[in-house]
Structures are given as C-alpha cells and as structure tokens.
C-alpha cells in the first residue's frame, strides 16, 4: 500500500487547506464518471488517503502507526468494535466504505444537448457548415467554477472538520453501532461556502446563447445524429462539459426524390422522340448535364447518370442520378398526323388490329339449332 502523502501528493507537514486542494485536483482527475471504470481502484485509494489525513486525530495515528494503527485492533481503536458490530457498522453508515468515499462533490458534469438543425437536399449532397445558435451554461467569467466570490475560498465546515459526515454512535442488543449521516451543516460537502459569487450566484456557470459553426458531412438525412463532444452546457462548479448532439431534419427537394444516396426525377416525352431519340440539357446539382435519349426508348425506361446523386456518409464517392421515362401517346390525331401515322404503319407493316369476334357460348349454340 502507498503512503497516503505520495498517494495526494504531498508533504508529511501539508496544512489541511493544501490536502483539501490536492484532493480536490485528482478526485476531479480519476473520478469514474469522468476517468472511466479503470480508474476505480486509483479513486478508492486516493478517498482513503483523503479521510485519514483530513481528519486530526486519524492523521496522528496513520503518523505514529501506519496504516495498521487505524485498523480494528490497533492503538486508538474503539473498544467493542469488530465482529458482528463492524458489519452493524457498515449497515448503518450507508453500506460498506460508506465513510471512505469522502466528501461529496460540489462539481458536476454538465447535461447533454439536442439540438434540431435544418439542411437542403445540396447540403446533404456535398456537406454544408451550418451556424447551430442554443441557449446553455457556459463557465462563470467572475469565479471560474470556484462558485466563491473572487479574492475568497471555501472554509472546512466545523462541525464536521472536512469529511462531509457525522457520527453517531449508539448502544444497541448487539454492542454499539456507529451511523454516519451527510453533515447538516455543510450538505455533506466537507466545507461552506461564506461568500457565493455575486455573478452566478455561486453555481459556478451562467446561462447564455452560445453560436457554434458546425460541418455536416455529406450523407447525411433525416433522422441523422451528430455526436458533438463538449460542447453542451459546463457542469455545476466548472464541471466537465456534456456532449451536443444535432439531429438533423432535411428538406424536401421539390425536383428531385431523394432514395438512400440516390436521387430520382421524371420527364415525359413525345412517341416521336422516344422512337428517333434526342439529347437536352437537364438541371441537377452539379449544374446542367446532357442527358441523352436513345433511339426505341420504351416507357419506364430509367437512364442513370452515375455520381451525380449524394455523397456517402462511411465512405467516398456519391450515389446516381436515376431519370425516368415517360413516353406521352396523343390521346387524338388530326387527319394530317393520323395520315402520316397511317403511312408509317404501312411501311413498316403494320397492321390495325381487329376485335376478336366473342366466341359463342354453349346457349347460343343450342338456340341456334332448334331456331334455326
């Protein structure tokens, strides 16, 4: 086991407000909840280096005995503890190293942040830097996360002398039995604040707008999510930051129909050109592009221009422009057209189809033989 100085980083002769600050710089550090869960072990040493050596009487024993003489058992402890009234203990002290998690925490990490942002077709396609405005807290100018008036600091609560809890000792069937409560006088926080900052009222944040220029990658569609990382609100004390997530909501094009990565249109043309072809300029994303029709294009036809549709979100590269064909037969003819239409079909000999004659059923065939 380390010694418990090297553990806070300090020297055998730190005053207390020098060991409160070196706790309060690495709890920050090793916290799970902001170091991750193999930090545990490393918190958990440094909470029991901080309780023994916050504490006078516990600093003196650690002092002369090491570690050893804070044990049940050793020089100062209590007669009547261990066995059945340690686990007594651990019960109604809040569970097990209860006492050993130290004062609680005036930081906290910030809340995370939806925010909604709008984007065109053209944004997804090639990606877009959008300026994303959100009301949020942001770290007070005054106090700096302190939450203290500037030029003044916390002071260890006196009744609990720093450690965020109380203790009561009663006597019960089963020996006496220790409970710890979160101190009334500081909240359970080991110190008071005297002098909050006038600016943020002591929370150690203040509300604002913040704007941010945000980019937005191609391929991105409706119901897309962008995890930003620390840029939400700053957490109570000058707390980590949470994370912005932006949800984006696309418009609707009003040309073109947006299918995956892939963009669709419709134009109609003439019978005549769909038999003899063509070429005209259509208008995309990129600007206009030559789209050719190929002589005997049938209905439904579709002609797909490849990387002219939408960038890929995982990869590089775009989707295809997919132009469906519809193939306009007049609904009447002049004489001249129909003329013409006719001399075509005798060119190509074709001729008009005639309507089948029904086919007589089995009553007409029996009416037919006894009528004659």
Known sequence: MRDYYEVLGVARDASQDEIKKAYRKLARKLHPDYAGADSEEAFKELSVAYETLSDPDKRQMYDIGGPDALRGGGAGAGAGFGGFSDIFEAMFSGGFGASSAGPASRVRRGKDRQVVVDITLEDAAFGAAKEVAFDTHVLCDSC???????????????????????????????????????????????????????????????????????????????????????????????????????????????VFDRRGDDLHTWITIPMTTAALGTEFELETLDGKKTVTINPGTQPNDDIVLEGLGVGHLQRSGRGSMHVHVDVQIPKKLDDKSRELLEELAKVRGEVRVEPHRQQSSFFDKLRDTFMG
């Open 144 to 254: 700096h996360g302190s939450m203290c008036q500037p030029g003044t600091s916390p002071t260890q609560c006196s009744t609990c002398h720093g450690s965020g809890f109380v203790t009561q000792i009663q006597n019960s069937l089963f020996g006496r039995m220790q409970t710890q409560t979160p101190c009334p006088s500081c909240q359970g926080y080991g110190d008071t604040i005297a002098t909050p900052c006038v600016e943020c009222s002591g929370a150690g944040r203040v509300r604002t707008r913040r704007t941010l220029n945000i980019n937005i990658p191609a391929g991105a569609s409706e119901g897309t999510q962008i995890r930003v990382s620390g840029e939400a609100e700053v957490g109570q004390g000058g707390g980590p930051n949470g994370d912005l997530y932006l949800s984006i909501r696309e418009k609707k094009h009003p």
